[in-house]
């Protein structure tokens, strides 16, 4: 689902000719462009369990860095600890049809991870509006491509905290400029569907299948 995966199978060998990346989509009905809050404290927001995997300490670390920003997490709390701060809210999980209202209250979602083979939440935050920080392990140069303007997502080496920081302080005023609906995907947005990743799954098949008769 990203050019990271991929590059972990060629890694081990595996010929990229065997290879075929195709980024996950979104149920773009259930993330509807949001509007954007206003009269919110700037808020970051992370979906997802509370772990080392996923980078929450070097969310934590980062967010410490950043002067008057609520973090808002929405999750299972795992191996690592939660700022114990009057700034950092902690949500258990809701339904995946809840989210919305949730990514609606963000400014800026941001996904840390260390590893991941492909972070869908980052695909529902932009499908909801909201502006993406991530890392280098997360699909999130994939998505890039799907943007009319890529610069809202951001896209840091993972194990960096103050890369991560800098990245968040750099894109917070632009989000919190955006008024009314927040549609970052705008023509594109139909690229984000599960249909889009069907039809690319599709397209595929049908090429190694010409070339198997070609053979």
Known sequence: PSGHALE????????SALLFKNPYGVDLEMFPPTI??????PTVLFVGSW???KGADLLATAWQQLEGVQLLHVGAVADAPLPNAADCEHLAPVPQWQLSRLYARAHVFVLASRQDGFGMVLSQALASGVPVVCTDRTGGEELKSVLVDSSWVTVVPHNDSNALADAIRKILP???ALRGQRDLLSTERKQLSWAAYGKRYSNELERLI???CEN
Do not use: H, N
């Open 8 to 15: 972990s199978f060629i890694d081990e060998g595996v010929s």
């Open 36 to 41: 954007a809050p206003v009269g919110l404290k």
């Open 51 to 53: 772990s080392y995997q």
């Open 174 to 176: 632009r989000a919190l």
């Open 210 to 212: 010409g070339e198997s």
